[in-house]
């Protein structure tokens, strides 16, 4: 069992930034691919980026390409998203997600991919 417990978020003018943290319990940190994905009211939740377990491996959506940084300390069993020059539209809550099947050079781009997940840490851009 794989606990994930998100941190960082809050309300931020556009164009401001913020870093969100995930940490994790188990023994296996490394052996598993890391994602975030957030979702608003009313809609799916959609991919915001992944990142290997060895960290040598990442992916982003389009939308946040260039803007947000996904990273990981495997020391601190922790990921990272730091996001900058946010926009009204990334408003959302945000989630973190473990996929322990993928070993430590995989990405997984799929929420079906992910076995287990944050509660959840509201993000909100003010324009």
């Known amino acids: 069992q794989v606990q994930l417990v998100e941190s960082g978020g809050g309300l931020v003018q556009a164009g401001g930034s913020l870093r969100l943290s995930c940490a994790a319990s188990g023994r296996t940190f490394s052996a598993y691919a890391m994602g975030w994905f957030r979702q608003v009211p009313g809609k799916e939740r959609e991919f915001v980026a992944t990142?290997?377990?060895?960290?040598?491996?990442?992916l982003y959506t389009d939308s946040v390409k260039g803007r947000f940084t996904i990273s990981r300390d495997n020391a601190k069993n922790t990921v990272y998203l730091q996001m900058n020059s946010l926009k009204p539209e990334d408003t959302a809550v945000y989630y973190c997600a473990a996929d322990p099947h993928s070993g430590s050079r995989n990405i997984a781009l799929s929420r079906y991919e992910y076995d287990y997940w944050g509660q959840g840490t509201q993000v909100t851009v003010s324009s």
């Open positions: 990142i290997s377990g060895s960290g040598g491996r990442s």
